[in-house]
């Protein structure tokens, strides 16, 4: 769905412009996601992932995540560092909204765009994140929930690149399942299984 300038809204892909409080997404509430039905939905309610973990699955630097965290571009949403010896904590969907947030910059879009944008990935449910494609001609973001909303920014002209979000989701989930997370109840860091030690164990079974 589009934002129009007067506040109406038309069919099509929907306009990220302005302030989020002017503009905000007249969608149907996403069904929430369930335990077993999205391994990224399950671990987003039980890990974090601390500051340099975020940052190599996002393909950022520290720099980049300390000042986009200190601006309010981008806040972890499980833990924020509130004083001396705290780490921050980074949810499964924070990872997610850095990596587009990091493709966004390169392409030059406008901060205030992004800004928008950013509030409503974290607002939007697990399925709509997996089939959301968000496309930008640089200085406005449009959000596309089919290919025909997409062919239909096209031939309008307007989309010059365009950001698979479920594509992003998938690369950033197998990113963090190769690196440290901490449960978020007990603070226990999680080292993924080890694939050389897997791979000797099944030789062991099979032998």
Not at 99 to 120: E, M
Not at 127 to 142: H, I, N
Request: proline content about 5%; aromatic content about 6%.
């Amino acid at each position: 769905m589009r934002s129009s300038g007067d506040g109406t809204a038309t069919g099509g892909p929907y306009l990220f412009h302005g302030s989020a409080a002017d503009h905000t997404p007249q969608r149907p509430q996403a069904v929430p996601a369930v335990a077993g039905e999205s391994g990224s939905a399950a671990s987003e309610q039980q890990l974090g992932y601390r500051g340099p973990t975020a940052c190599a699955a996002a393909g950022i630097t520290y720099r980049q995540l300390d000042y986009w965290a200190r601006t309010g571009l981008v806040e972890p949403s499980v833990r924020s560092a509130y004083g001396s010896g705290t780490q921050r904590l980074y949810s499964f969907r924070d990872v997610v909204v850095l990596k587009v947030v990091k493709r966004f910059l390169d392409t030059g879009v406008s901060l205030q765009n992004i800004r928008t944008a950013v509030q409503h990935l974290r607002e939007s449910g697990f399925r709509d994140l997996e089939r959301m494609t968000l496309m930008s001609d640089g200085a406005t973001v449009y959000e596309c929930t089919s290919p025909d909303e997409v062919h239909d920014l096209l031939q309008g002209g307007q989309g010059v690149f365009g950001i698979a979000v479920g594509v992003v989701w998938r690369d950033v989930d197998a990113a963090l399942s190769q690196l440290h997370g901490e449960r978020v109840d007990t603070g226990e860091t999680i080292v993924p299984p080890n694939p050389t030690d897997e791979l000797a164990r099944r030789r062991g079974r099979a032998v």
